[in-house]
């Protein structure tokens, strides 16, 4: 019954700046921390950074470039990503994850659960 769904994606213009939602159920935040991935065709699946939910914590990827922002809304059991002045190269599937407290957070192979990605293409 563990459930993390993405959404807010789409097609949107080069210096947009969306705030993609995942929406967690199904198993004890407490106990994890909640990471962002993105993949664009034909490239490997890339970190971009993630939250301890307990304290909010947080660890972002060298590559973000200042340009991606992690928070939780503990109410709403649902973790973001604000990602700010998209670039075409941007252009991907992007996902949300849980890996258990403890592991190798920036670690793909380390995540249990994976939402089904939501799509955002970015247009010159």
């Known amino acids: 019954q563990v459930q993390l769904v993405e959404s807010g994606g789409g097609l949107v213009q080069a210096g947009g700046s969306p705030r993609l939602p995942c929406a967690a159920s199904?198993?004890?935040?407490?106990?994890?921390?909640m990471g962002w991935f993105r993949q664009a065709p034909g490239k490997e699946r890339e970190f971009l950074g993630s939250?301890?939910?307990?304290?909010?914590?947080?660890y972002d990827a060298d590559s973000a470039k200042g340009r991606f922002t992690i928070s939780r809304d503990n109410a709403k059991n649902t973790v973001y990503l604000q990602m700010n002045s998209l670039k075409p190269e941007d252009t991907a599937v992007y996902y949300c994850a849980a890996a258990p407290v403890g592991s190798t957070w920036y670690a793909g192979s380390d995540y249990d659960y994976w939402g089904q990605g939501t799509q955002v293409t970015v247009s010159s």
């Open positions: 939250i301890w939910w307990s304290y909010g914590n947080t």
């Open positions: 199904g198993l004890p935040l407490s106990m994890y921390c």
